[in-house]
């Protein structure tokens, strides 16, 4: 009986909302499997959707059912972390989240980053094209475009789950209930992620709702290192080929990406026992393989962490425990699944990732790159990592997300290095996770009045490292709140507008036709083995 009420979300007095981790672990599973599921059914052959369906969906019951029992198999105290809403933190975490995603500009209703030229066009094409999408060239009304096309036809390829909900909605009542569908839906999950950040700390928190959204490296000190020396820079390229993006930032290039990639980060950084490392693993590969580099090691950490605990726990066999820990349904057959499907999906467009190599080789001398490597290791989280070692050192998700963050600039894919902005995605909000855990600690400490005179100075040396790294992150959300004032008053298009292509069956620009067939396009596709044998 006990473990059915871990699941079941409580009431405290005054409304107060009680939710444990269990439930949390349900909520977040049920968010991240349903796109999966929908991708399925929507695009597979029947045999192949039913089969993926079940198996994800057992997966998914398992780990849910799995995620209060210790090492050993027995139920622990998983169920008792819990942590208790009140209203006013659910009011304003909302209104947070709303400001977020529209300073963010998910679904375009405020101002954008260019990114979105192709945010909306995905939504757009998945609302009203039948699945598998399909272009005929015959549909583009652009004769530049036309011509350059010529005839025939291309499939859409993409790591696009993140919209599947939004476009069924979109599907049954237009592209406008899409674009609010797809908002709501960013919100749900970026409100699993603070529900899921506020159990690892063990207690709900605004602030660190606030500070999880400002974090970023200290970007402001290399920015103007830059525009002291005249080098080209912007707030978080300040490092040609070397860099990551804050948090914000993720949200308004790569929401797609980011808000189920810190949800998985969260459920990981959560298991109790390696059961269902591998059905997370495979969800983040749905929704982005460069990201899944990048939490893999994490992956392999926790599992060897709750094997060992597994076999100190039975003293009879060890062996045995540890299988048990590992060699589970949910650890192997959702992410062969997933490893396979969409993994041939990814790889039927070959072209989509453009300049790749060692990173030595996109440098004209090593001293520029072992100065570029020095300031990527200082200024995007070393700083932190030096903030947060007391507290962290003898943990080994920690020491793993470092040793990650390190190694992954050793090779670049891709023109802006998406290999190590989203291979990095998992690592290093483990370090934002931390970090801002620390921030919030010391913010309180700012706040109260009962404090030595030593540690009042350090916390605000702390909040002051803070406010650096929240330069850039806040730069641009006033840039995206004025300009989405403005925008309102005028008829001026605005960033992404001045890129728009609309669909990728009518591109309207000329200039966009190169980015949309190395991205987007599979030639062929009828030869392509997801098309060819998965595919509808």
């Known amino acids: 009986m006990k473990e059915v009420n871990a699941l079941k979300p409580g009431r405290g007095s005054s409304g107060t909302l009680t939710i444990g981790m269990a439930t949390f672990f349900l909520m977040s599973v049920l968010y991240l499997t349903l796109p999966v599921v929908i991708f399925f059914i929507g695009y597979l052959k029947p045999l192949w959707a039913v089969l993926f369906t079940v198996i994800m969906s057992a997966g998914g019951v398992m780990a849910v059912r799995g995620v209060n029992k210790g090492t050993d198999g027995s139920l622990s105290a998983a169920d008792e972390k819990k942590i208790e809403l009140k209203p006013s933190h659910l009011i304003t975490v909302v209104i947070m989240i709303l400001l977020v995603l529209y300073w963010g500009g998910v679904s375009e209703f405020g101002c954008c980053s260019a990114d979105h030229r192709v945010r909306y066009a995905i ?73 899921g950040a506020s159990l690892l700390y063990r207690r709900a928190s605004r602030a660190l709702f606030v500070f999880l959204i400002f974090f970023a490296g200290i970007d402001v000190i290399p920015y103007y290192i830059n525009r002291i020396t005249d080098t080209t820079t ?24 980011s808000i189920p990639g810190w949800l998985i980060t969260i459920l990981l950084l959560l298991c109790i026992n390696g059961r269902s490392v591998g059905f997370l693993g495979g969800l983040m590969f749905c929704y982005s393989p460069w990201a899944t580099i990048g939490i893999l090691p994490m992956c392999v950490c926790k599992l060897i962490m709750t094997s060992r605990s597994a076999a100190s726990s039975s003293d009879s066999m060890p062996r045995k425990a540890v299988l048990r820990n590992i060699i589970t349904l949910p650890n192997i057959a959702p992410p062969m699944i997933c490893l396979v499907c969409f993994g041939l999906l990814y790889t039927s467009n070959p072209s989509a ?75 290093l909000f483990l370090i934002a ?83 949309v067939e190395t991205q987007f396009y599979v030639y062929d596709y009828e030869d392509a083995a997801f098309f060819k044998y998965l595919a509808k």
């Open 123 to 195: 939504l757009n094409d998945l609302v009203h094209y039948k699945w598998p999408v399909v272009y005929d060239f015959s549909t583009q009304q652009n004769p530049a475009v036309a011509e350059r096309l010529g005839d025939g036809q291309a499939a859409f390829a993409y790591y696009f789950v993140f919209w599947t909900v939004p476009a069924v909605i979109g599907k049954l009542f237009g592209l406008m209930a899409a674009r609010v569908a797809l908002f709501i839906w960013s919100g749900i999950g970026l409100f699993l992620v603070w529900v």
């Open 234 to 257: 912007t707030w978080e390229g300040w490092n040609l080929h070397l860099y990551v993006h804050g948090n914000f930032f993720q949200i308004m290039n790569v929401f797609n990406q």
């Open 353 to 427: 990732t453009g300049a790749d190599g060692f990173i030595w080789t996109f440098y004209s001398s090593p001293l520029t790159l072992i100065k570029e490597y020095i300031w990527y290791v200082i200024f995007e989280f070393g700083i932190w990592f030096l903030l947060i070692y007391r507290r962290h050192k003898s943990d080994p998700m920690f020491r793993t997300a470092l040793a990650t963050l390190m190694i992954l600039p050793i090779y670049k894919i891709s023109i802006a290095n998406d290999f190590l902005m989203r291979g990095s995605l998992a690592p």
């Open 433 to 515: 996770l931390y970090s801002v855990m620390f921030v919030t600690d010391n913010f309180d400490i700012c706040r109260s009045s009962d404090v030595d005179r030593r540690r009042a100075v350090a916390a605000r040396l702390v909040l002051a490292v803070m406010i650096l790294a929240s330069y850039t992150p806040a730069n641009q959300m006033l840039y995206s709140a004025l300009t989405s004032y403005q925008m309102h008053f005028t008829d001026e298009p605005y960033e992404y507008e001045q890129d728009y292509i609309g669909s990728f069956g009518n591109i309207i620009r000329e200039d966009q036709v190169t980015m």
